[in-house]
């Protein structure tokens, strides 16, 4: 198991659009990635899942892989929020 803690930082979170991005990248990798917000964890690769933790500006959430390409893909999933989601 791999994770990692990010900040969310576009305007928007990870509502609609990023939302949808977001999970386009996690279901590329064969592990199994849920995302943590406030104790509770959410499946990555879910459009409800994701959309349900409702994560919005400056809420830090820890993306966290198990299985292979685990390190990879939360890599992935970081340089994906802190550099691609800022334009939403």
Same mark, same amino acid.
């Given at each position: &198991?791999?994770?990692?803690?990010?900040? *969310?930082?576009n305007?928007? $979170? *990870?509502h609609?659009?990023?939302?949808?991005?977001?999970i !386009?990248?996690?279901?590329?990798?064969?592990?199994?990635?849920?995302?943590?917000?406030? $104790? !509770?964890?959410?499946?990555?690769?879910?459009?409800?899942?994701?959309?349900? &933790?409702?994560a919005?500006?400056?809420?830090?959430?820890?993306? !966290?892989?198990? $299985?292979?390409?685990?390190?990879?893909?939360?890599?992935?999933?970081?340089? *994906?929020?802190?550099?691609?989601?800022?334009?939403y």
């Amino acid at each position: &198991m791999y994770e990692q803690k990010v900040t *969310l930082s576009n305007e928007i $979170g *990870l509502h609609a659009r990023p939302a949808s991005i977001f999970i !386009r990248q996690a279901v590329k990798f064969p592990c199994d990635i849920t995302v943590e917000k406030a $104790g !509770r964890s959410y499946n990555a690769k879910s459009i409800m899942s994701v959309l349900s &933790m409702s994560a919005s500006k400056g809420d830090e959430i820890i993306i !966290r892989a198990d $299985g292979e390409s685990e390190t990879e893909a939360v890599s992935s999933l970081i340089d *994906l929020v802190e550099n691609k989601l800022t334009d939403y």
